[in-house]
């Protein structure tokens, strides 16, 4: 190896360019498989396409793009979407919703045959499907109409004979996990209603199946309450038998009813009591676990943000550790093949998400499928993210720990000048219940590589650490998030990782909130701020936001006793609008024109109160792009946009 080259952190040279991260890498957003046939179908989100999701097979004879030219497989169902495909084990057909019509749709990639379902509305939107395991004809959605000003969900069956679709369950404000019984004769589902989100409070559903066009039959609560306990990823075992994840104990544990009983039982694995074996469920679909056989779970957890793989034997209450290194496995992640195999969507410390082939049997011949990015990198580039946990030496409430990932800068072709400490950039996740993971990302590696500390606040309120902490943040949204995020700050300057006179703070969406707040709280932290299409208006943000979290915001930011009056005032005393003359360092709004979630006006009034108070402010807007980025161009000029920022407040140069 030659000398490392002296030069200042932030300075360094990294092969990880926006070109890379925008034009050569993949979003993996979903799996499934037809079991009879062995073939595995996944979802690419593909930057490069203007943002389209494509529908990839993958069988014996290599991988094919296995959508229709022009389709693009997204679902916007709740806005976030999530189960936009599924494959029928009867036939091997794949029923999909396309972005562009809402319509959907039966497509046979052998014949190339395609068949509309649906009569297309484009106020009608569909996901989360279930095909019936003998008549494939029948389609368990959920649907969301908009056809008037207030949304309607609902739990339907799609005849795809008839292009018919028959309401089975209404009247609950959402829905989600619809499946039929492995006989086809009972089904299953999820709902709740406001003000709880999916992980503060739902029911699990169950009732019998008779026939098509009778209603359902016997329909009985079987778990859940509203405001207590969540349940999540209903899934019916091979035997009949029928799982789910509910947090009664303060963890997201595993539970099963036997077929025939009504009888819920605990799935009890000693050291593995704090452990959660799911994640808020912002997107439909999720699948983190899958039965293999009648006594078999594959199931990844989650402890301190981190997720392993595990084998669960459910007669011994038993597990194994196969010994694979992925640290992040959420989301629509996991499918079964056979007995013995699955495939997974994860990361690992070191290498970014990819599809991975498994055999129980033989694990350490698990295969990769498909990579998000093959850059050719090599992997001593990387930065490997350190759990940190931290006293809180900020905010109010001072008591117990609160957590982050730390990734120090790292490349083998420079060194620093002697003595110096690097930049910090402190990333908030957006959520804000939600959490970061230590699997890898290349967006953090951008970042690392050149030279910039980087720590990734898993602050009060976030998932990965159980319940307690996630209400945490109930009434104390912009006050204990930031004070975690500035405690961090703290901890990493008085252990002298991190130059306390550059520190910058980034995020989007509620991370975006966090760093306008962050900014008007703290203001003497921070050097820079760069906010993702992020809340500046708090009243404005719960009255013009979507159905699904128009009520979310409420428990966040008052107690249940909160007069109306009182709610006025703690309105403005967290909208960084009304407090804009607080912020010292420069900030840079990044936002997209079609967002529903949080609307462009927010960035918009944002930027005028700060220029109207003297303030140092950027503003830039990305035509066609939502909440989030997805076409290629935008997400490289969002990269060299940010780069530029902090060359500006932290280099200073």
Known sequence: MSERQSAAFGTWKSPITSELLSAKRINLQGVAVHEASGNIYFLEGRPVEDGRSCIVRYSKTGSKDALPRGSNAISTVHEYGGGSFTVSQKDGTLVFTDWHTRGVFRYSLDSGEIHPLVHADPDVRFADFHVHPTNPDLILAIKEDHHSSVVQNSLVVIDGATQKVQTIAEGADFYAHPQFSPDGQQLCWTQWNHPD????????????????????????????????????????????????????????????????????????????????????????????????????????????????LIIIDITKNSYSDPGLPFNDIRNEA??????????????????????????????????????????????????????????????????????????????????????????????????????????????????????????????????????AY?????????????????????????????????????????GGYGVLQALCVYPDIWAGGVSLYGISGLKAFTEDTHKFESHYGFALIFDRSTSEEEKEKIYQERSPYYHADNIKAPILLLQGTEDKVVPPSQARDMER???????????????????????????KRAIEEEERWWVKTLLRT
């Open 470 to 510: 996630r209400d945490r943040l109930n009434g104390q949204w912009g006050i204990a998030d930031v004070a975690d995020a500035a405690s961090c700050v703290a901890h990493l300057v008085s252990t002298s990782r991190v130059d306390p006179s550059r520190v910058g703070i980034t995020g989007g969406s509620a």
């Open 334 to 467: 996991m499918a079964r093949i056979s007995d013995t195999k699955l495939v997974v969507i994860g990361s690992t410390a070191t290498a970014p998400d990819a599809l991975y082939l498994i055999d129980i049997k033989h694990p350490s011949e698990s295969k990769v499928l498909k990579s998000s990015a093959d850059l050719g990198i090599p992997t001593s580039l990387y930065s490997e993210a350190e759990h940190i946990s931290f006293p809180r030496v900020y905010g109010d409430k001072k008591d117990g720990l609160a957590h982050a990932l730390y990734l120090p800068p790292k490349n083998l072709e420079y060194k620093a000048p002697e003595g110096a400490l690097p930049p910090l950039v402190v990333h908030l996740h957006g959520g804000p219940t939600a959490h970061e993971a230590p699997g890898l990302s290349l967006m953090s590696q951008y970042w690392t590589s050149r030279g910039y500390a980087l720590a990734d606040v898993n602050y009060a309120g976030s998932s990965g650490y159980g319940r």
């Open 197 to 308: 989100m999916p992980w503060t409070g739902t029911e699990l559903y169950t009732a019998s199946w008779l026939r098509h066009g009778a209603p359902l039959y016997s329909a009985t609560g079987v778990a859940g309450k509203a405001g207590v306990e969540s349940i999540n990823q209903p899934r019916w075992g091979l035997d009949g038998s029928l799982f789910f994840v509910g947090d009664q104990t303060g963890y997201w544990q595993l539970y099963q009813i036997k077929k025939g009983t009504h009888e819920v039982k605990a799935i009890k694995l000693e050291g593995l009591e704090d452990a959660e074996f799911a994640g808020p469920e912002w997107r439909l679909a999720s699948c983190t676990y899958v039965p293999l056989d009648a006594n078999t779970l594959a199931a990844a957890y989650t402890k301190n943000a981190s997720n392993r």
């Open 609 to 635: 109160t700060i220029k109207d108070k003297g303030g140092d402010v950027e503003v830039v807007i990305f035509e066609g792009e939502g909440h989030g980025f997805r076409q290629g161009k935008n997400v």
